[in-house]
């Protein structure tokens, strides 16, 4: 079954999605049943990575995490100056139930109350996004642990503490938890002392990581049906859908969404800024009856091949989950992996999927 199949039965059956049990009521701080004796280093500052960082402190842990870039979140990157409300560039859905955020945060004491509109089979921020739900509810008990601008060039698992190495200083850890895109690792823009297994490499290498793609246009006025949205493509080579951005929210603007993913992203990449523009409006104009060219106003492009430390979208839909649990499986149960495409194999891809992947991480290493 793949992942889409998998998600659209458990909407249909009304069931619970399985990986939600993994923290619901569970307290972990301190609850070892001996001190854990060993440092942690997290690598990568999306979900995954913030994730882990979080569980840790919760057990009682601090561990340093390193970030290639200035800034934290990866993929659930947004725009605040485009339209008058926060734009997500990336991560835009919440493909689960809304309880799920008090899962994340795992913390009794959070009254955690946010604004969604249903999406189906999904839900959408209101006024919100994913980036600004971990700024709120993860990121302030972490972030005096988060090093910026900490490229990761290599590293060495040889001897008994793993020495990381980045562009100014070396790191030592007795357990690293790697949260960074698999495209890096795909690319081999860390390279690894010893080799990283074969099994595991030849995951790594095989694994369909879809390009990805996203723009949004904005016009002067509204020619579409409100909260439309249409699916273009959605087969093995890719997705591409268009869709009423400004859905559920209280905007004085018209923007249409545009996300490929694949080899429907393909078709944006390489153009000029201009070209870029004629192609979405052309796209557009197909739809609409030539109203986009019209009443075009202005538009913002994501295109996140061009993200040096992140370099695609995300693992294709249809990749088999029992590699995807593989690809999660730890390197001498010191390197852990973590991530969208690094999961349990139930589901993957996903926010609340990566920084589960982050919690199974992190029971793994404190026990």
Wanted: charged letters at 25%; proline letters at 3%.
């Amino acid at each position: 079954m793949k992942r889409k199949e998998f998600l659209k039965a458990c909407s249909l059956f009304g069931l619970s999605l399985p990986f939600q049990k993994l923290i619901v009521a569970e307290k972990f701080i301190n609850e070892s049943a001996t001190p854990f004796k060993g440092k942690v280093l997290v690598i990568g500052a999306g979900a995954a990575g913030l994730a882990a960082t979080y569980y840790l402190k919760q057990r009682g842990i601090t561990a340093d995490l390193i970030e290639a870039s200035d800034a934290i979140g990866g993929r659930m990157k947004v725009d605040r100056n485009f339209t008058d409300f926060p734009l997500p560039l990336g991560a835009e859905w919440l493909e689960s139930k809304p309880t799920v955020f008090d899962t994340l945060v795992n913390d009794e004491e959070e009254k955690i109350a946010l604004q969604l509109v249903a999406d189906e089979p999904d839900y959408k921020f209101i006024n919100y996004s994913w980036l600004q739900f971990f700024e709120d509810y993860i990121l302030p008990s972490i972030h005096s642990q988060i090093t910026f601008q900490q490229q990761v060039k290599s590293i060495d698992y040889s001897e008994a503490k793993i020495k990381v190495n980045t562009q100014d200083r070396i790191w030592e850890a007795d357990y690293l938890i790697l949260a960074v895109p698999l495209k890096v690792l795909q690319a081999n823009m860390i390279q690894f002392k010893p080799l990283l297994p074969s099994k595991k490499r030849r995951l790594i290498q095989e694994a369909k990581i879809w390009d990805g793609f996203k723009a949004f246009v904005k016009f002067s006025k509204g020619f579409y049906e409100k909260d439309f949205e249409f699916k273009l493509q959605d087969d093995q080579s890719g997705q591409k859908f268009i869709y009423d951005a400004t859905k559920g929210q209280n905007s004085k603007d018209f923007i249409i969404g545009v996300l490929a993913m694949g080899k429907a992203a393909k078709a944006y990449q390489g153009l000029s800024e201009d070209g870029l523009l004629q192609k979405l409006l052309t796209d557009l104009d197909k739809k609409f009856d030539q109203q986009a060219s019209q009443h075009y106003s202005a538009h913002l492009v994501q295109d996140w091949q061009k993200e040096p430390f992140i370099q695609s979208g995300y693992l294709s839909d249809h990749a088999d989950w029992r590699k995807v649990k593989q690809l999660q499986a730890s390197v001498d149960d010191r390197i852990f992996f973590a991530g969208g495409a690094f999961t349990d194999g139930e589901d993957w891809v996903s926010v609340h999927t990566a920084a589960f992947s982050a919690k199974q991480a992190v029971d793994a290493i404190v026990g």
